[in-house]
Structures are given as structure tokens and as C-alpha cells.
């Protein structure tokens, strides 16, 4: 079972999808197809990002960055002069605001500083669907770059993509191998808002 927290890949060779899923999952995956098949090429791509990843079933698994989390205060505190409350996990970094922003956060309950930290809060849990869009977009056209670039519609689905019309990006890639064109409606579906079936 893979850990929410850490992210999944895709391995394919050519238009036929090894695995998916964690990376330990993948790269059993890839050390069982290798066995069958030596000397055939491979590519691995990070679904959240839609970025190529160099993997070797050889080797040890490298290090992947997982969500953000804050290291731990180190023993006895933090150094004198480091700004905030490093104990809480609090890091005091510079904010450039117009006047107009100072005077309501101050006028806030609580001051400025926890008047951002509660909208810092609510916007991490409530993302601007703009930047959903955007994300998915960016991911999606990183993964195609990588997976379909030779095949047939790949630069009318990649202005179908950014154009979010999912009637045009469904028409550029319908012919798509199965495994590939899945794939891709996979990473390519918040890019839609309207919404888009395979």
C-alpha cells in the first residue's frame, strides 16, 4: 500500500505501461520486466509532476521528496538570534506588504502574524481552482513532452490542453495507445473543469 504522503510514478516502455505506484512498487515492477526483457529501454515518470525520473532497479532507492515538513528544533533551542519561535516551529522571514494590507492585518484579531498564518492555512486547504488548473496543465503537457511527442495530434492536444477544451483533447488523443491515452486523461482530467471522460 503506498504512503499518501509520498509520491507515485508511471513506468512505461514505449506505449505499454510497466506499473504504477510507489516507487519501491515500481522498481519491482521494472526489475521483473528487465528480467524477462534485458536491454530494453524504459522511462519512468513522477505523476505529480509529470517529470521523467532516472531510476536503476540496481541501485538503492534514492531519497523522494515527499510534502513539506518542518524539522524538528534542535537540542537546546535554536541559536541565539534566529527570529521567531524555532521551538514551535515558527521562522520569522521578511513580508513586503503596502501600507493598505499593514493597516487591516493589524486591525485583525490576533495582529498581522496570525491573521496570515490563518489565511496561509485556509488558501493550503482550499487551493484556487486557477492554479489546479495550471498544475495539471504543466504536468500533463511535462509527461506528454516525454511519452507522446511522435504520435499522431500531439501538438493539437497540447493546445487543446492549454486551452482547457476537453472536447478538442479528447478528439487530438483518442487514438492514442491505450495505456498511454489513459495515462494521460489521467493527469490531464483537473486541467478540465467542466470535467472529461475517457
Known amino acids: 500500500m503506498n504512503d ?3 509520491p507515485t510514478f508511471t513506468a512505461f516502455t ?7 505506484g510507489g516507487l519501491e512498487t515500481v522498481m519491482q515492477g521494472l526489475r521483473a ?3 524477462e526483457h534485458p536491454g530494453r529501454p524504459w522511462v519512468v515518470v513522477r505523476d505529480d509532476t509529470g517529470q521523467v525520473t532516472d531510476l536503476d532497479p540496481d541501485q538503492p532507492l534514492p531519497p523522494m521528496a515527499g510534502p513539506a515538513v ?3 528544533a534542535p537540542p537546546g533551542g535554536a541559536p541565539r538570534g534566529v527570529r ?3 521551538r514551535l516551529g515558527v521562522v520569522a522571514r521578511e513580508v513586503t506588504l503596502l501600507e493598505a494590507h499593514w493597516t487591516w492585518l493589524k486591525a485583525q484579531p490576533g495582529g498581522a502574524s496570525a491573521t496570515l498564518r490563518r489565511l496561509v492555512e485556509a488558501a493550503s486547504h482550499a487551493p484556487d481552482p486557477r492554479e489546479t488548473v ?4 504543466a504536468r500533463t503537457a511535462r509527461a506528454m513532452a516525454s511519452l507522446t511527442g511522435d504520435l499522431p495530434g500531439h501538438r493539437e492536444a497540447l493546445r487543446a490542453l492549454q486551452a482547457s477544451d476537453a472536447t478538442a483533447f479528447r478528439v487530438h488523443v483518442r487514438t492514442w495507445p491505450p495505456d498511454l491515452r ?4 489521467r493527469l490531464a482530467a483537473p486541467a478540465f473543469p467542466g470535467g472529461m471522460r475517457a
Open 84 to 86: 521567531g519561535r524555532p
Open 4 to 6: 499518501p504522503g509520498q
Open 33 to 35: 520486466w528487465r528480467a
Open 14 to 20: 514505449g506505449t505499454l505501461r510497466l506499473a504504477n
Open 134 to 137: 495550471r498544475l495539471a496543465q
Open 70 to 72: 518542518p524539522e524538528p
Open 182 to 185: 489513459d495515462y494521460i486523461f
